[in-house]
């Protein structure tokens, strides 16, 4: 008995917050537990994909994380999506902490896309000037 006293005392912030997810459980219906939330992104990410915010952020990380002087390189999918979605991915990856970017998945795009981020670069160059 003395362990188990010792253990929960020194582990008290622990136990208070599983007895409270347990109770918020309980007593609402709506409370999401961390499966919920994990299935709630997978749901959003599978209606409209990731937010174009993505392509800055991990690209920045990234360069954070990485030693001075490493080449980072922006991966755009071209395949599965409309022209002007390819487009504002081209223009957030070249405005972002990447040196470059990379397109993969032509070889299943349609041949719309073929082009469709022409322009892009530049359009990037404004952005980050503003």
């Not at 008995?1 to 582990?11: A, D, E, P, Q």
């Not at 136990?15 to 007593?27: K, T």
């Not at 499966?35 to 992104?41: H, K, P, T, W």
């Not at 405005?95 to 073929?114: F, K, N, P, R, T």
């Amino acid at each position: 008995m003395n362990r188990v006293l010792s253990w929960v005392s020194h582990h008290a912030l622990l136990v208070v917050f599983f007895v409270l997810v347990i109770v918020l459980a309980i007593a609402s219906p709506t409370f999401r537990t961390p499966a919920n939330l994990i299935n709630i992104v997978e749901q959003r990410f599978r209606a409209g994909g990731f937010p174009i915010s993505l392509v800055a952020d991990q690209n920045a990380l990234v360069r954070e994380l990485s030693a001075p002087g490493t080449y980072i390189y922006s991966g755009v999918q071209m395949w599965n999506l409309p022209p002007e979605e390819l487009f504002e991915a081209a223009v957030a990856s070249y405005a972002s902490d990447a040196d470059d970017v990379i397109y993969y998945c032509y070889g299943w795009a349609a041949s719309e896309l073929i082009g469709a981020s022409n322009g892009a670069r530049e359009a990037a160059a404004e952005r980050k000037s503003c």
